[in-house]
Protein backbone atom coordinates (compact mmCIF):
# COMPACT_ATOMS: atom_id res chain seq x y z
CA UNK A 1 0.00 0.00 0.00
CA UNK A 2 1.19 3.19 -0.88
CA UNK A 3 1.78 5.95 1.88
CA UNK A 4 0.25 9.43 2.42
CA UNK A 5 2.87 11.81 -0.83
CA UNK A 6 3.24 15.46 -0.83
CA UNK A 7 3.97 17.77 -3.19
CA UNK A 8 6.03 19.31 -3.43
CA UNK A 9 8.88 18.60 -1.00
CA UNK A 10 10.46 22.16 -0.85
CA UNK A 11 9.73 25.33 -1.97
CA UNK A 12 11.12 28.84 -1.87
CA UNK A 13 8.97 31.79 -2.21
CA UNK A 14 8.83 35.15 -1.20
CA UNK A 15 6.63 37.51 1.45
CA UNK A 16 3.42 38.35 0.03
CA UNK A 17 3.23 35.71 -2.61
CA UNK A 18 0.66 32.87 -2.11
CA UNK A 19 1.44 28.77 -2.32
CA UNK A 20 -0.40 25.38 -2.77
CA UNK A 21 0.81 22.42 -1.07
CA UNK A 22 -0.78 19.25 -2.19
CA UNK A 23 -1.39 15.66 -0.06
CA UNK A 24 -2.57 12.64 -1.39
CA UNK A 25 -3.74 9.98 1.08
CA UNK A 26 -3.39 6.06 1.29
CA UNK A 27 -6.23 4.68 -0.36
CA UNK A 28 -9.20 4.14 1.01
CA UNK A 29 -8.45 7.02 3.91
CA UNK A 30 -11.10 9.87 3.98
CA UNK A 31 -9.13 11.96 6.87
CA UNK A 32 -6.90 14.56 5.77
CA UNK A 33 -5.08 16.65 8.38
CA UNK A 34 -2.35 19.42 8.04
CA UNK A 35 -0.10 20.34 10.71
CA UNK A 36 2.48 23.11 10.95
CA UNK A 37 5.75 22.40 12.63
CA UNK A 38 8.48 24.56 13.29
CA UNK A 39 11.57 24.55 15.72
CA UNK A 40 10.00 27.26 17.56
CA UNK A 41 6.20 26.18 18.26
CA UNK A 42 6.01 21.96 17.45
CA UNK A 43 3.61 20.64 15.88
CA UNK A 44 0.66 22.88 15.21
CA UNK A 45 -2.79 21.96 13.69
CA UNK A 46 -4.14 23.18 10.89
CA UNK A 47 -6.95 21.62 10.09
CA UNK A 48 -8.88 18.10 9.11
CA UNK A 49 -11.11 17.32 6.37
CA UNK A 50 -13.17 14.35 5.83
CA UNK A 51 -15.07 13.76 3.29
CA UNK A 52 -14.87 16.70 1.41
CA UNK A 53 -15.69 18.45 4.49
CA UNK A 54 -14.03 21.12 6.83
CA UNK A 55 -14.28 18.76 10.58
CA UNK A 56 -11.74 20.85 12.67
CA UNK A 57 -9.41 24.00 12.27
CA UNK A 58 -7.23 25.25 14.73
CA UNK A 59 -5.92 28.43 15.75
CA UNK A 60 -4.45 29.73 12.68
CA UNK A 61 -5.51 32.87 10.63
CA UNK A 62 -7.65 32.90 7.52
CA UNK A 63 -4.42 33.21 5.33
CA UNK A 64 -4.27 29.55 5.69
CA UNK A 65 -6.68 27.52 3.63
CA UNK A 66 -7.48 24.28 2.82
CA UNK A 67 -10.13 21.79 0.57
CA UNK A 68 -10.47 17.89 -0.44
CA UNK A 69 -11.38 16.48 -2.94
CA UNK A 70 -14.07 13.57 -3.69
CA UNK A 71 -10.58 11.10 -4.32
CA UNK A 72 -9.87 12.41 -0.74
CA UNK A 73 -6.67 14.31 -2.23
CA UNK A 74 -6.08 17.80 -0.16
CA UNK A 75 -4.65 21.16 -1.09
CA UNK A 76 -3.45 23.83 1.16
CA UNK A 77 -3.15 27.07 0.31
CA UNK A 78 -1.26 29.99 1.97
CA UNK A 79 -1.89 33.37 0.85
CA UNK A 80 0.20 36.85 1.57
CA UNK A 81 3.23 34.92 2.80
CA UNK A 82 4.91 35.65 5.91
CA UNK A 83 8.69 35.43 7.15
CA UNK A 84 6.69 33.49 10.08
CA UNK A 85 5.27 31.12 7.83
CA UNK A 86 9.01 28.81 7.26
CA UNK A 87 7.94 25.57 8.21
CA UNK A 88 7.81 22.33 7.65
CA UNK A 89 3.87 21.14 6.36
CA UNK A 90 2.91 17.99 7.30
CA UNK A 91 -0.19 16.21 6.42
CA UNK A 92 -1.74 13.06 7.59
CA UNK A 93 -4.16 10.53 6.56
CA UNK A 94 -6.34 8.10 8.94
CA UNK A 95 -9.09 5.75 8.15
CA UNK A 96 -12.21 7.43 10.31
CA UNK A 97 -10.42 10.79 11.71
CA UNK A 98 -7.67 12.23 13.75
CA UNK A 99 -8.99 11.58 16.96
CA UNK A 100 -10.44 7.96 16.52
CA UNK A 101 -7.54 6.05 15.09
CA UNK A 102 -3.67 6.56 13.89
CA UNK A 103 -2.24 8.90 11.45
CA UNK A 104 0.38 8.34 8.82
CA UNK A 105 2.26 11.44 8.31
CA UNK A 106 3.46 12.34 5.01
CA UNK A 107 7.77 13.28 4.05
CA UNK A 108 6.31 16.71 4.31
CA UNK A 109 6.39 20.00 2.60
CA UNK A 110 9.42 22.24 3.69
CA UNK A 111 8.63 26.13 2.74
CA UNK A 112 10.64 28.69 3.12
CA UNK A 113 9.62 32.78 2.78
CA UNK A 114 11.96 34.84 2.11
CA UNK B 1 -1.36 27.94 21.80
CA UNK B 2 -0.60 23.86 23.65
CA UNK B 3 -3.06 22.73 25.61
CA UNK B 4 -0.76 19.15 26.03
CA UNK B 5 2.27 19.79 28.10
CA UNK B 6 5.19 17.62 27.62
CA UNK B 7 7.87 17.16 29.57
CA UNK B 8 11.25 17.69 29.64
CA UNK B 9 11.90 18.88 25.92
CA UNK B 10 15.49 16.91 25.87
CA UNK B 11 16.73 14.04 27.81
CA UNK B 12 20.17 13.10 26.66
CA UNK B 13 21.00 9.44 28.45
CA UNK B 14 23.68 6.73 28.40
CA UNK B 15 22.95 3.22 26.37
CA UNK B 16 20.77 1.12 28.83
CA UNK B 17 19.83 3.50 31.21
CA UNK B 18 15.91 3.86 31.23
CA UNK B 19 13.97 7.18 29.64
CA UNK B 20 10.62 8.81 30.17
CA UNK B 21 8.35 11.31 28.99
CA UNK B 22 5.03 12.70 30.41
CA UNK B 23 1.99 14.58 29.26
CA UNK B 24 -0.35 16.60 30.87
CA UNK B 25 -3.31 18.19 29.73
CA UNK B 26 -5.92 20.49 31.80
CA UNK B 27 -8.79 18.74 30.89
CA UNK B 28 -9.85 15.14 30.08
CA UNK B 29 -9.02 13.52 26.93
CA UNK B 30 -10.87 11.37 25.16
CA UNK B 31 -7.53 9.45 24.22
CA UNK B 32 -3.97 9.89 23.55
CA UNK B 33 -1.63 8.84 20.61
CA UNK B 34 1.86 8.82 20.94
CA UNK B 35 4.31 9.36 18.03
CA UNK B 36 8.07 8.99 17.13
CA UNK B 37 9.98 10.79 14.53
CA UNK B 38 13.60 10.57 13.97
CA UNK B 39 15.85 13.38 12.82
CA UNK B 40 15.08 14.50 9.43
CA UNK B 41 11.76 12.15 9.18
CA UNK B 42 8.24 12.45 10.24
CA UNK B 43 5.79 11.56 12.57
CA UNK B 44 5.47 7.51 13.15
CA UNK B 45 2.23 6.84 15.23
CA UNK B 46 3.47 4.12 17.82
CA UNK B 47 0.15 3.44 20.15
CA UNK B 48 -3.24 5.16 21.39
CA UNK B 49 -4.50 4.98 24.63
CA UNK B 50 -8.54 5.28 25.09
CA UNK B 51 -9.06 3.71 28.68
CA UNK B 52 -8.73 5.14 31.87
CA UNK B 53 -5.74 3.57 33.41
CA UNK B 54 -4.59 1.76 30.60
CA UNK B 55 -0.84 0.59 30.20
CA UNK B 56 0.07 -0.94 26.81
CA UNK B 57 3.79 -2.12 26.14
CA UNK B 58 5.65 -2.77 23.22
CA UNK B 59 8.89 -4.46 23.81
CA UNK B 60 10.84 -2.30 26.06
CA UNK B 61 8.19 0.61 25.53
CA UNK B 62 5.34 0.99 28.32
CA UNK B 63 2.55 3.49 27.84
CA UNK B 64 0.68 4.58 30.54
CA UNK B 65 -3.17 6.55 30.59
CA UNK B 66 -3.63 8.43 33.88
CA UNK B 67 -7.17 7.47 35.90
CA UNK B 68 -8.41 11.04 35.26
CA UNK B 69 -7.39 10.75 30.97
CA UNK B 70 -5.15 13.60 32.00
CA UNK B 71 -2.29 12.42 32.00
CA UNK B 72 -0.09 9.72 30.12
CA UNK B 73 3.85 8.60 29.96
CA UNK B 74 6.11 6.50 27.64
CA UNK B 75 8.80 4.89 29.39
CA UNK B 76 11.69 3.39 27.26
CA UNK B 77 13.43 0.93 29.51
CA UNK B 78 17.12 -0.03 28.83
CA UNK B 79 17.72 2.21 25.56
CA UNK B 80 19.72 1.67 22.25
CA UNK B 81 20.55 4.00 19.73
CA UNK B 82 17.46 3.17 17.60
CA UNK B 83 15.65 5.13 20.15
CA UNK B 84 17.13 8.21 19.43
CA UNK B 85 14.10 10.85 18.28
CA UNK B 86 11.21 13.27 19.36
CA UNK B 87 8.38 11.29 21.02
CA UNK B 88 5.34 13.16 20.76
CA UNK B 89 2.14 12.53 22.40
CA UNK B 90 -1.09 14.29 20.85
CA UNK B 91 -4.41 14.59 23.33
CA UNK B 92 -7.94 14.25 21.81
CA UNK B 93 -9.52 16.98 22.55
CA UNK B 94 -12.82 16.93 21.03
CA UNK B 95 -11.65 15.25 17.90
CA UNK B 96 -8.63 18.06 17.69
CA UNK B 97 -5.95 16.31 18.26
CA UNK B 98 -3.04 18.22 20.16
CA UNK B 99 0.04 17.70 19.99
CA UNK B 100 2.67 17.81 23.22
CA UNK B 101 6.25 20.16 22.40
CA UNK B 102 7.73 16.81 21.87
CA UNK B 103 10.58 14.97 24.49
CA UNK B 104 13.88 14.81 22.21
CA UNK B 105 15.94 11.55 23.20
CA UNK B 106 19.39 11.43 22.61
CA UNK B 107 21.36 8.25 23.41
CA UNK B 108 25.65 8.02 24.02
CA UNK B 109 26.87 5.03 22.80
Known amino acids: KAGVTQTPRYLIKTRGQQVTLSCSPISGHRSVSWYQQTPGQGLQFLFEYFSETQRNKGNFPGRFSGRQFSNSRSEMNVSTLELGDSALYLC?????????????FGPGTRLTVL | GQQVMQIPQYQHVQEGEDFTTYCNSS?????IQWYKQRPGGHPVFLIQLVKSGEVKKQKRLTFQFGEAKKNSSLHITATQTTDVGTYFC?????????FGAGTRLTVKP
Open chain 1, 92 to 104: ASSLRGQGYNEQF
Open chain 2, 27 to 31: TTLSN
Open chain 2, 90 to 98: AGNLNNDMR
